[in-house]
Structures are given as structure tokens and as C-alpha cells.
């Protein structure tokens, strides 16, 4: 069949600058002021270059069509709303999440070096990307970082139960070493909703684990998808996760949590309230910073070079395969496979802005 | 058979005043200051009554085997080595890991009432029983706790691995309600190996998920435990966690983590240097306390009312459990099996005190 060939031709690669170029565009031509579509530009291909498939342009047109729609604030007024010497709550006022969480990052970062170690809740922001993008940005500063966030649909039961009242809540923390940085960034279910959405478009069946039925059987069948409920790591554990994570970022914050919760895939018009948490922790307030740093390195290798299973070609570190794909992808460009090509030209023409890569 | 019926007969109840004073008697023999074998006593009991039974007085005689071996110091001069605005590091002095993290609780609860939050590591301490024991304590401040800590013992391998590099690094959050506290203490492990011993002890057939074989197939038999690796949740996402934790926990805190790990159950004469970590955030620094208790008590309640699987009696909420059996067992007694009673008899002789409950 046609479709099918077309969908399963090697993508095209694109470069990040061009990339990049086209996501400020496409938000400067919905209002976007300059900087804040910069930010986003620079953060969402950093998802796509790190492999992050899910979260970075491919996003693009859900975020235009919220903005449309009014559900996201264009210019807001990004700032802190109450402040402690070892904490902050940043108001996102609705704006674009990446630009919202910039901000909270740096304020946990500046509060950081005093204090030594920084809580800062987020309220009122909006889908920010991948984890992994926040708790990252403490590690030049010689910090470590840790993310909550609450998702922004629901597709988890409580462990028992069938009614979707969690999201799949992910964490991230990241540690600095000289030779190599740790970081992890993960959801709370075996499997995040973006690749379940990614098997459903090609029509793959789904791995067994990844879903249940409303009687707590495997969900294999694409097309039931829609029925199906995320399976939480560990079971009952998975969804104590996805609960604390979610208190943490969204019930301390006065944001969105439970069934408050907005399903940012179905509807263009609301505001999602969106939660996250980031934290900033001085490893110099803790002791010598190159001894930290060296201390990780050694563990890193201990883990590299422990003995793998049969059949196991290598041991990875959090963070290392993003990486891998990173330096592969700044040097060869993001595939950009042809629905996704399609919707992003589609996306051109309605906002009257130059085609992606041209 | 004689030995089997005993075993299976149903364990005698004894009150925690009992056992408390048990403990601290026990303690006091091998030269800890009446407050400190108090502290412990009443830690111990606690995890007794919440249904922690491989945290509670079972660990006694380890405790005192450890002690007199010189592993761990009686009398530690437990204090604050550096700190900060927003954070602190304890130095337990290879103190009791009870005493060390009652000293690190208090730590954080105050720094957090005037930071609005505080991160406490601790290095130099000891097993210092279930980790929701210090994630509770900020809760009667309204605040949030959250508490990490490097396991005293590597039962997991790096995903895909064999080498036995990593604990089961267990994470408690706890978090207040007017009518609920939810408070999710957890292994990073499918199952802890504490329970492991116990289905070895009694002979019971490993449940299948719980440990896996050198190969990666399930290992099953109690008799073949000791070659077996216990599977992580979510099997990277679990390897993830207990690695991150362990360097928030452990390396950050400049304590054993990795290879450094000493094993407290085969070793009775070198110390830990177990590492900690415990977070209180006040809520008052983030919004209205009662608004918070609020929500959480309309998440618990929309978690326990919602739909149930066919055949799933009850969806319970983290802590729910725990706190049915601490009022059962606060009412009835703790029950003590049979073998656990003769290893206490036998401690009471050699320590020429009281046997339990005379």
C-alpha cells in the first residue's frame, strides 16, 4: 500500500538551525514576542535532538492550535509570586511552558547559590517538554537538579481502579561529573502516552505491560487504545509515584491535580493550570565540588564496566542513549518523518510563514 | 511436623509498651544513653505498629550484633557540619541511624519554617529503619516531608547487568489532609528484601517479578534467593531511581554508595556511612495550609470512591494500609512470631536483662 510505504521511507533529516528557525516563526506569527519564541525554538529542538521525539517539534502544531484557541497566554508576565530565602512559587501566567519553566529554573539557580538548595513551585504554566530539558540546567552551575511536573491528560487509574484520575507525573534529576552527567527523566508508567500514540498511528500492536483493559487485562489491540489505561512501574508503587509527584508540582502549587486535571490533547480552548517543581541543590554547600564530580565519574564506570547479562551488549547509564543521539543528530539532523513533514507544511501555509527548510 | 506447626502457629500480641521497653532495655545493655535507646525504642515500635515488620524490632538483634562488634558508635556526637539558608549536611557520627535522622528531621523542620523549605543530607549514620518514619515527621508542622536513603545492602544490578552495584533505594513523601495524611513509602525494588527473607524463611515459593536469575529469567525458587537479583520497578526506570536517589542520598552527602556499600546484614564490625536525605517544605510558604488540606482530602476522596476493577474490593491510598494496621495493632498488640520471640529470648540472656513481656 502507498501509505504505508510513505510512512515507512527513512525520514528526511533536517538540521536543528532550521528547525529552530521554524518553530520562533511559527510562534512570533501567533503573537509570540521574540525572545519568549526563541526560548521555545531553542528548547523544544533540544527535545528533538536528544531524542525526545515526543516533545519537540512535533508539538508544534497542538501548541499553535492552543494558542489559537486561547488556552495559552502569549505575553504574560512571567514572576515570582511568593519567595522564602530556600524557595519561590513562580506564576507562569499561562504562558508557554518552556518560557515559564526558563524562568523557574534560573530562580532556583540564583536562589541556590545562597541557600544552598532551592525549591521552586510552578502554577498557571503549560506543557514545558521533556523533564529531562530542567533538571539538566542546574548541572553548569554546579548543581543538582530535580523536576516534577504534572501531565496534562490523565491515562492513569489509581492501582485497582479503572477511572483515569492521574496523569503519567514524570521526574527527572540530573548530577554533574567531569566525564559524564547523569541524567534521568522518566513517567511514572511503564510506558510514556506518546509512544502508545506513536505504535497506534502505525497500527503496531503494543507490547504487553504498557495497558489494561477496565478488567486489569493486557491491552495489545492498537485500536482499543482509546480504552485502555497506562500500566504504572511497579503497580501499586507507579501509581504512589505518580501521586506524590503530582502533590509535589500541582496540589503545593495551586495547580491543576486529579480530576482538575486538562486533557491538553483534547481541548484548545482551556487553560491547563499546569504544575512543576524544580529544585536547585549547591553541591558546594555540601562538600568539595570536584570531589562530588569525581566520586560520580567512578560510579558511572563501576556501571559501564559491570558485567552484562547474556545477550546484553552494554550496561547504560540514565542519560547516556539521549546523549548518543544527541552528538549523532547535531551532526546528521532530526529526522522529520513525512506525517509529521505534512503537518508542519500544513501548519506553514496557514500562518503564511516559509515552509520548514526552505 | 513439630517445627512447622510452631511455625505456623498464629503469633503471640504483645503491646508496644512491651516491646518498646524491651528495646530500649536492650539497647541501654550495650551502652547507648537512656534518650537515645528511647528515640530508637519508640522509632522501632512505631514501624511495629504501621505493619514495618523486617524494620521494626526485628532488627534488634542485628542492631546490638553490630554494636558490639564496633560498627557502630553508642555515643555520637550527632551535629550539623555545614549548612545554609535552605539546606543543611548532618554528621551522624556513626550514631544510631534513628538518633542521626531524629536529628535531621528536627534540622529540616526548623530551617524550613524560616526558609519556606530545607534540604538535609546526612552522612556517617546507620539503618535507621522504614523511610515514611522521617518523611511523616513535617506533617504535624503542615509541611510536606520527603526522605531518600542508600540501602545498606546491594541486591540490584544496573539494568541488564549482574554485579550487585545498587540497593533497593527506597523514597517516602508524605503530605498532610485534614481528614487523610497520604504518605507513599516505597523500595525501588518490586519487592524489598526484607520480604524476600521471609518467603526464604518459611520456605514459600518466590512470586514470580520478585528477582530474576544471572540470565534475566525469573527466579523463583527461596532456595537458589542468594544467586538471584532483585528486579528494579519498571526495570530501567526502577535501576534510574535507585541511582539517583542513591546520589541525592549517598554521594552528594559524601556516604557510601556503589561499591562502597558496606552489606550490614553479613558485616558486623565496619560502619556504613549510610547517607540520608530529608526535605521538609512548608506549605504556609507556598499558599494557604487549610486550602492545601482541602485538596488533598478531595484528592483522597475522589482516588477512594473511584471505579474499581471487577474483583478489587477497596482502592486504597499510600499509607492507607499502614495506618489500618497501626490502629489494629495499637488496640490489639504486635505480633510476634514465633522464631523472632526465641531470637529476642536469647538476646535478653546474653544481655542479662528481662526477657519481652516479663
Known sequence: MKADAATSAPPQRLPAA???RFIADSLLAVGLPAKDAATCAELMVRADLHGADGHGIFRLPQYVRRIKGGAVNVKPKVKVAREAAGMALVDGDNGMGHVVMSFAAKTAIAKAKTAGAAWVGVHRSNHAGPASLYAAM??????????????NANHMAPWGGIDLLLSTNPIAVGAPGNETNIVLD????VAAYGKVKTAVQRGETL???????????PLT?????EEGLLVPIGGYKGYGLALVFGLLAGTLNGAAMGSETVDFNADDVTPTNTGHAIVAISIAAFGDVDEFKRRVDKLARE??????MPGVARIWLPGEQSRAKFEE???????IPQP??????????????KALGT
Open 221 to 225: 489491540d492498537p485500536k482499543r487504545a
Open 18 to 20: 532550521q528547525l529552530k
Open 138 to 151: 542546574p548541572l553548569a552551575h554546579d548543581m543538582i537538579g530535580l523536576y516534577l511536573a504534572v501531565g
Open 329 to 335: 543528530r547535531s551532526k546528521l539532523g532530526v529526522p
Open 340 to 353: 509529521l513533514r505534512a503537518g508542519l507544511d500544513k501548519l506553514a501555509r496557514e500562518l503564511k510563514i
Open 207 to 217: 507490547p504487553e505491560g504498557w495497558m489494561i483493559d477496565h478488567q486489569g487485562r
Open 303 to 308: 556501571i559501564r564496566r559491570s558485567k552484562p
Open 186 to 189: 522518566m513517567a511514572t508508567t
